[in-house]
């Protein structure tokens, strides 16, 4: 079964701008969870959809969003970014009948 | 929200030694997980361990959920266990995967 795949890997924006990262679970998955890792903040939780809902969500403003489609792929936005938003984006998939999560490569995301 | 503390921070070891990194958590959870994050960032899965013992190898893990912690046992160590190890838990009343990072523990394994 292949792994959770995200797309891009690399991505350098400048302030201001948007920026929609993808992230495909494994096959039959339908939980998908969003976290940010950064050296001072560490590995913080930003949401998790299920079935194409929002089903949770974390202390990030609303610039930060995101959706889910009906084949469970996920995409996450940030708009008007800033340089703090610089980090490692990862991205889980959970399957109905357990907790386990398995992560994605992750987008390294630089704002300059 | 819980809290997950890891110890030791960092820890260096010479090849073969063992070790034990532990994870305390303040409340109960329904998923504990551990986690070796490689140099390119990637979390690699270790240990899915809500609560018992597992062991893998040379790793193994054991979680008191009634006392709210869990170890991660690494024996004769290799320098390709170097890295961080993340201890992560979603809390029991949490609703939905949310999982809880510790700090990690930096590990070093050195010939």
């Known amino acids: 079964k292949a792994g959770v795949t995200q797309t891009p890997r690399y991505l350098i924006k400048t302030r201001g701008q948007q920026v929609t990262l993808s992230c495909s679970p494994i096959?039959?998955?339908?939980?998908v969870s969003w976290y940010q890792q950064t050296p001072g903040q560490g590995l913080q939780f930003l949401f998790e959809?299920?079935?194409?809902?929002?089903?949770n969500k974390g202390n990030f403003p609303g610039r930060f969003s995101g959706r889910q489609f009906s084949n469970s792929r996920s995409e996450m936005n940030v708009s008007t970014l800033e340089l703090g938003d610089s980090a490692l984006y990862l991205c889980?998939?959970?399957?109905?009948?357990?907790?386990?999560?398995?992560f994605g490569p992750g987008t390294r995301l630089t704002v300059t | 929200g819980i809290q997950v503390e890891q110890s030791p921070p960092d820890l260096i070891l010479q090849e073969g030694a063992n070790s034990t990194l532990r994870c305390n958590f303040s409340d109960s959870v329904n998923n504990l997980q551990w986690f070796h994050q490689n140099p390119w960032g990637q979390l690699i899965n270790l240990f899915y361990i809500p609560s018992g013992t597992k062991q893998n190898g040379r790793l193994s893990a054991t979680t008191v959920a009634t006392e709210r912690y869990s170890l991660l046992y690494i024996s004769s160590s290799q320098t390709t266990d170097s890295g961080v190890y993340f201890c992560a838990v979603e809390e029991l009343t949490g609703g939905g995967n949310k999982l809880t990072f510790g700090t990690g523990t930096q590990l070093k394994v050195e010939l």
């Open positions: 959809y299920f079935s194409e809902t929002q089903r």
């Open positions: 096959s039959g998955h339908r939980s």
């Open positions: 889980a998939s959970s399957g109905d009948m357990g907790y386990e999560q398995y």
